[in-house]
């Protein structure tokens, strides 16, 4: 499945941005998703991740602790689009941002032999 990452921006401290994950496939549903996030100098890391589901509206989510509560993503199967709605953004959270889908939602978590990666999309914040 090939996955089109957008929605990335600069915004000030306390703002909000809207990333999309976009599949290229109708079995999208069957996948597990995640966000992953690089800063400059910095090892990739987990952000979220949500399980697949049948229904249009997708599994059960994941947060690392750092975006609990301020990140939440969702998913819209009809659209073959994974969303990670970042609220209350800090400086940190600057970073380039990529998604991930596999069938494994252990797999997504890891970070490891991923089926899909998505390109990067960049988010800077502002302070």
């Known amino acids: 499945v090939q996955l089109q990452a957008s929605g990335g921006g600069l915004v000030q401290a306390g703002g909000s941005l809207r990333l999309s994950c976009a599949a290229s496939?109708?079995?999208?549903?069957?996948?597990?998703v995640g966000w992953f996030r690089q800063a400059p100098g910095k090892e990739r890391e987990f952000v979220a991740a949500?399980?697949?589901?049948?229904?249009?509206?997708?599994?059960?989510?994941y947060y690392a602790d750092s975006v609990k509560g301020r990140f939440t993503i969702s998913r819209n199967n009809a659209k073959n689009t994974v969303y990670l709605e970042m609220n209350s953004l800090k400086p940190e959270d600057t970073a380039v941002y990529y998604c991930a889908a596999d069938r494994g939602l252990d797999t997504v978590v890891a970070g490891k032999s991923v089926t899909s990666w998505g390109q990067g999309t960049q988010v800077t914040v502002s302070s």
């Open positions: 949500i399980n697949w589901s049948v229904d249009w509206s997708g599994g059960s989510t």
């Open positions: 496939r109708r079995t999208f549903s069957s996948y597990a």
